[in-house]
């Protein structure tokens, strides 16, 4: 009998589920005509783009995919090795702090604090753990409305699951902060210069227009968003077996049991070797970078941001060498890349390269003041990219998905068969277009390619019905970035799942009613777009 339940029980692994996908995508190709939209080259913000070119569909030869499906996941793998890298290099560099009980003390330190404020009657009413849950979930969310933070949430996935794990949740709630924080912003995305950018230039309307309603969004997403995952945290904050996860954190609370309170070490000669080597590199990108100049949207400001943290870099480990630990030092270095991360990306325009390259350098100086000799430091990363390296294989293996269906000739038959829904009047084709764009997404996850495939059929077809092209947009946006949480084919999603050891049907277990109810908020806010006379509309 036990046998028998422990069979019943088995539920297919990503891996299996993600490559069930390629099968059926491969089987697709045989069915569905081949066919594509004609394309130009279009300067898009300042970088040129291939644009589709509006009624330009025609059949092509067609392309079934046989044994193309292992071709595929190999072109898969090429295709987003960029990602790959990225995941290893944060699961290395992360493993290298972590295994110097940095992490743990942080955590530890970081919730003996917030416990303090329960003394106060306010912060006890609302619950200190709300408030925490809250504030990251927002700024994260300003963070993927902005600059369109996605593939950077992979590497917050190691310090929030255990966070939660310790608050008294479960990982799914560690995974919401960072990654579901992210991508309400990226779905209410006011400055996001690869989706609102790209689809606001192909439509030719003022850059980042129509702010004011796309901030309401924002807010609204974020009502909504945050008040789902504090109601299930709460709910599982009383009782951890209900989390659909419950068994499968067994490796975050054996991990986190195993690490009771490290008893903390007085910093020695190699963490004041790896305070001088940031010293003198912070040093010379202050001299070759005297002026920094943040740019979000419109809005822009010049001051000298590397010479700011320098002296904050200081002053600060100075006092942590001197004073406290080597662990808070160790654990100083990585809050410190983070906000040299922002800078990085708002200021300098970093992405996946330089990002990777910045985690890089936060293990090496850990290790270093950790006081690990090269071979005890280089075991500690080979651990770590080997225990994340289930994480990098399913993104290759989804993007497998894209590629079948793009070598099949089928993507842009899809899109041409679903723009039949862009009928009718102002309502319909309105909730037409984001009921189009939620179901593309599914399949091509990508905000950018997505707008120079579907926005150069959408707005010419806007202008027809008497429909704004900003209304357009905001279908797209909102189609756009909502079900990003839940398609296999999303290798952000995956990588995040696989950080988090969640495996995906248990998330999609959980997260189908949520994504379920942002849909039906987002055609809510689709329709005031038709509806009312808003600026910018």
Request: hydrophobic letters at 55%.
């Amino acid at each position: 009998m036990p046998s028998k339940d422990k069979k019943k029980r088995q539920i297919p692994s990503t891996f299996v589920i993600v490559f069930f996908i390629v099968l059926i995508s491969a089987v697709a190709t045989w069915i569905v005509p081949s066919g594509a939209y004609d394309r130009e080259k279009v300067v898009v913000n300042g970088i040129e783009r291939d644009i589709v070119i509006n009624d330009s569909y025609h059949q092509t030869e067609s392309n079934p995919q046989s044994w193309q499906i292992f071709s595929a996941i190999y072109d898969g793998f090429i295709d987003k090795a960029d990602i790959i890298v990225f995941i290893l290099i944060i699961g290395a560099s992360f493993w290298v702090i972590n295994s110097s009980k940095a992490l743990d003390i942080g955590i530890i330190k970081f919730l003996e604090k917030t416990k303090k404020l329960e003394r106060y009657s306010f912060f006890r009413k609302i619950g200190v753990q709300n408030i925490i849950i809250t504030l990251i979930m927002l700024l994260f969310s300003v963070f993927g409305a902005v600059f369109g933070m996605s593939e950077e949430t992979i590497a917050f996935v190691i310090i929030f699951v255990p966070l939660a794990i310790k608050m008294g949740y479960d990982s799914i709630v560690g995974v919401s902060m960072c990654f579901v924080g992210a991508a309400l912003g990226f779905a209410g995305a006011l400055f996001n210069p690869f989706t609102i950018g790209i689809a606001q230039g192909i439509a030719q309307i003022p850059l980042f227009s129509g702010l004011e309603y796309r901030l309401f969004m924002w807010i609204v997403l974020n009502i909504v968003g945050i008040g789902y995952i504090l109601i299930y945290a709460n709910k599982i904050y009383k009782n951890p077996k209900h989390s659909v996860v419950y068994e499968v954190d067994e490796y975050w609370r054996n991990m986190i049991s195993e690490n009771k309170m490290p008893s903390e070490k007085k910093a020695g000669i190699s963490a004041w070797i790896s305070f001088f080597i940031i010293l003198i590199g912070l040093l010379l990108f202050s001299i070759k970078y005297p002026v920094t100049n943040i740019q979000v949207a419109d809005f822009s400001l010049s001051f000298p941001a590397l010479q700011l943290l320098l002296v904050i870099f200081i002053i600060i480990s100075v006092w942590l060498l001197l004073k406290k630990s080597v662990q808070l030092y160790i654990l100083h270095i990585m809050l410190f890349t983070i906000l040299i991360l922002i800078i990085g990306v708002l200021g300098f325009g970093w992405y996946i390269k330089e990002i990777a390259t910045l985690f890089f350098a936060m293990g090496i100086m850990g290790g270093i003041a950790a006081s690990y000799r090269p071979n005890e430091l280089t075991k500690h990363f080979l651990d770590g990219a080997k225990d994340i390296f289930s994480a990098a294989l399913i993104v290759g293996l989804a993007n497998g998905i894209i590629i079948i269906l793009q070598e099949g000739g089928i993507i842009d038959t899809l899109l041409y068969s679903l723009s039949g829904m862009f009928s009718g009047d102002k309502y319909s084709a309105a909730s037409g277009m984001y009921l189009v764009q939620t179901a593309i997404n599914l399949i091509l996850p990508s905000g950018s390619a997505k707008a120079a495939l579907t926005m150069p059929l959408m707005a010419p077809f806007s202008d027809l019905i008497g429909l704004s092209r900003q209304a357009s947009v905001v279908a797209f946006q909102l189609g756009d970035g909502i079900t990003n949480m839940i398609t296999p084919v999303s290798g952000v999603l995956l990588g995040v799942l696989s950080i988090a050891k969640i495996p995906y049907e248990r998330w999609l277990k959980w997260a189908w009613k949520f994504i379920l109810l942002l849909v039906i908020v987002g055609f809510l806010l689709v329709i005031p777009t038709v509806a009312l006379d808003l600026n910018g509309f």
